[in-house]
Nanobody
Framework: QVQLVESGGGLVQAGGSLRLSCAAS????????MGWYRQAPGKQRELVAT???????NYADSVKGRFTISTDNAKDTVYLQMNSLKPEDTAVYYC???????????????WGQGTQVTVSS
């Protein structure tokens, strides 16, 4: 099994910054990709940003230019630097990872427990 543990959420004023971290642990052979998703009250979970093992990144249009996703492969950790935060960024942020637990198996998706980000106006 694989566990994802997020940290770094909190309350911040509009225009402020936060940095989220997500560390993967457990039965990990390799990680194909990691990402961040968010879910606001009454809304569906949506993609925020993803990064592949090759370093390719993808961002939601709503966060481009404000958020940056990065990884520390040695630590199996993904980060989300969030700048110029807006009230509409308020949501529970979930970490996601596509992990291969064995060299001869395909990846499986795992989710963290979520961390709350609240941006006040």
């Amino acid at each position: 099994q694989v566990q994802l543990v997020e940290s770094g959420g909190g309350l911040v004023q509009a225009g402020g910054s936060l940095r989220l971290s997500c560390a993967a642990s457990g039965r990990i052979f390799s990680i194909n990709a990691m990402g961040w998703y968010r879910q606001a009250p009454g809304k569906q979970r949506e993609l925020v940003a993803t990064i592949t093992s090759g370093g390719f990144t993808n961002y939601a249009d709503s966060v481009k230019g404000r958020f940056t996703i990065s990884t520390d492969n040695a630590k199996d950790t993904v980060y989300l630097q969030m700048n110029s935060l807006k009230p509409e960024d308020t949501a529970v942020y979930y970490c996601n990872a596509d992990v291969r637990s064995h060299p001869y198996t395909r990846g499986a998706f795992y989710w963290g427990q979520g961390t709350q980000v609240t941006v006040s106006s």
